[in-house]
């Protein structure tokens, strides 16, 4: 069974960086499409990251480019969302994702696979 396993939230101040990991099992990501969304109560969730098969096709949602960067480690079945000058306004639950094949997506509906969630939380 395909599992996806959020890691590295928590509570940090502005300014400061995180970096969240997502370790898969049961499904290898190396012919995944993988995301990063979040989510705060009462708001649906929000695209943050996405790419396809290759750091080249890696895309941001405009709230977090030049800040957040997606990476992935195939070897480790491993993927990852860099946080740098975290704001207060990141502050949400982070979820990562997959879905098959080398089409990526910005909507978290067409995902296959989900994470549990990661808190993070940003004091200003």
């Known amino acids: 069974q395909a599992q996806l396993v959020e890691s590295g939230g928590g509570l940090v101040r502005a300014g400061d960086s995180l970096r969240l990991s997502c370790a898969a099992s049961g499904v290898g990501i190396s012919d995944q499409s993988l995301g990063w969304f979040r989510q705060t109560p009462g708001i649906d969730r929000e695209f943050v990251a996405m790419?396809?098969?290759?750091?080249?096709?890696?895309r941001y949602s405009d709230r977090v480019r030049g800040r957040f960067t997606i990476s992935r480690d195939n070897v480790k079945n491993t993927f990852y969302l860099q946080m740098n000058d975290l704001k207060p306004e990141d502050t949400a639950k982070y979820y990562c994702?997959?879905?098959?094949?080398?089409?990526?997506?910005?909507?978290?509906?067409?995902?296959?696979?989900w994470g549990q969630g990661t808190q993070v939380t940003v004091s200003s």
């Open positions: 994702a997959a879905r098959r094949g080398s089409v990526y997506s910005s909507t978290w509906g067409t995902y296959n696979y």
């Open positions: 790419m396809s098969l290759t750091p080249s096709t890696a």
